[in-house]
C-alpha cells in the first residue's frame, strides 16, 4: 500500500511537467516591398583596331581619358575605366594582320537625369554595351530596417495561431535568422537616342533619353523556431 501510494506522489509531479513540455516549431515568414529603382549603371566602350598594338592602346587610351573628361562634368556621376581587352586577327594562312581592343568605361549614379545627359554625350563617340537600373545600396538597407518588425510580427502571427490550436499558453522564439532575398527587376523599355540612330530623321545632336526605370522588389525572409509552451 506503500508503494502504491509513492507511486502515486511521483505520477502527479510528473503529470504537470508533461502537460508542460512544449511543443518547437520551424516557421518561415517575410515581408516585401516594391521599390522604385533609383540608380541608374551603364558601360560604355571604344573598340578600334592597329597593325601596332602599342599605337592602337595610345588611340584608345586618349579616348578613355576624353570620356573620364566629360564625365567630371557631371558631380553627381561616378565613372570609372572597367576593361580592357585586346585580341589578334589572323587571315586565313594564320599571319597576324591586325590587333584589335576594347576598352570599357562604367558610370553610376542615382541622378537619372545627369547620368543620362552623360551617356548621350558619352555615345558621340562610344557605343553602348548595357544600361542596369537597380535598388541603390542606401535605399535596400532603409527598406530592410522597416520590413523586419514586419516579418518577425507574420512570423509571430503562425506562431499564435498554432499555439490556439494546440492548447498552449506561451510563446517562446528560440532561434531567428534574417535573410534577403530579391528577385530580378521589372523593367519598363529603355528608349536611347544617339545621333547615329536619328541620323535618318534628322541631324540633330543626340537629346535626352526617355528613362523608364522600371521597379524592383525586395523581399526580406524570417526564419526561426519557435516553443509553445
Known sequence: MKILSCLFTLFCLLAPAAQAEGVMLNLNASAERELA???????????DKASDPAVLAERLNRQLARAVTIAKGFPAVSSRNSAYNSWPEYDKNGKLQAWSARASLSIQSRNMQQAGELTVQLQRFMLLSSVDFRVSEQLRRETEQQLIPQAIHSLRTQAQIAAR????AQIAVRELSLGQNT????FRPVMLKSAA???AMDAAAPSNPDWQSGVSLLRLEVSGKVELL
Not at 490550436?165 to 498552449?168: E, F, P, Q, S, V
Not at 528577385?183 to 521589372?186: A, D, I, L, Q, T
Open 197 to 199: 540612330m536619328d541620323a
Open 37 to 47: 529603382n533609383d540608380e541608374f549603371q551603364a558601360t560604355l566602350y571604344i573598340e
Open 183 to 186: 528577385p530580378p527587376p521589372s
Open 165 to 168: 490550436a494546440l492548447d498552449k
